[in-house]
């Protein structure tokens, strides 16, 4: 079984996403006990993206996140780097134009986007302000940035009780659901590390964001970061 370690070397963590591909969905349903939808909604009402906007939904996986932008008339790309995730994805949506890419240097022109949305991705690049700076090239003035990722839940008690969840149960349950349950290992350890909510707030904002703002989703298991693109750098200076 692949996973990766928390040094997030991209060709394991690609490996370990084409490992988990085939049973990824079920098994965020499962282990998020159906908390994973509604933070799809927040996520795409956060966005705001109208019919005939363009939005980049960076590690898209299979589509999932992708699908309610498009079934809303929202000219959606789903990208991600991992070829497994990429092969569900079309084979589920077939009408989705799936792209393979890498966040930390992006396919696309500058300014080709109204928004850019990545959903438990950041936590997974080598160097997310470098991920950020990346989503802000493609992202035209004044266009909208949504980060939905794990976080610090709010409340000491509520913390420590997630945190065992994390450590002890999460695997056990990965073991039974997951088609690499090992992977899962790697995701409760990479959300104990990542930084909270006011820290990513502060990369987002170092990595040209302005705007900068969060919400705090199931008690703050998730947080939504949104963000506006400012103009772009004058190259004169």
């Known amino acids: 079984m ?9 060709t394991d963590v690609a490996r370990m996403f084409d490992g988990v591909a085939a049973r990824y969905d079920l098994t965020n349903d499962v282990l998020s006990v159906g908390q994973d939808r509604l933070w799809r909604r927040a996520t795409v009402a956060a966005v705001g993206a109208q019919p005939g906007d363009r939005v980049l939904d960076i590690a898209a996986g299979t589509g999932t996140s992708s699908e309610p932008f498009a079934d809303r008339g929202v000219l959606v790309v789903p990208a991600d ?5 990429l092969t569900v994805g079309r084979r589920r949506r077939p009408d989705l134009g799936f792209t393979a890419a890498d966040a930390m240097r992006l396919p696309f022109a500058d300014a080709s986007f109204d928004a850019v949305t990545m959903s438990f991705g950041l936590r ?3 160097d997310a302000q ?4 990346e989503f802000r090239r493609v992202t035209r003035p004044g266009g909208v940035l949504v980060v939905c990722e794990f976080s610090r839940p709010v409340q000491a008690a509520f913390r420590g009780v997630y945190l065992n969840y994390l450590m002890r149960a999460l695997p056990r349950i ?3 659901v997951s088609s690499n ?12 590390s990542w930084p909270g909510q006011r820290e990513l707030a502060t990369t987002i904002r170092s990595a040209g964001w302005r705007d900068v703002e969060w919400r705090n989703l199931t008690a703050g298991v998730v947080a939504l970061h949104r963000a506006r693109a400012g103009p772009p750098p004058d190259p004169r200076l």
């Open 81 to 85: 780097f991992s070829l497994g995730m």
């Open 181 to 192: 349950p090992a992977s899962y290992v790697y995701l409760a350890e990479s959300i104990r």
């Open 2 to 10: 692949t996973r990766a370690g928390l040094d997030k070397q991209p």
């Open 130 to 133: 470098q991920a950020l700076r």
């Open 124 to 126: 997974n690049v080598t």
């Open 174 to 176: 990965a073991r039974r």
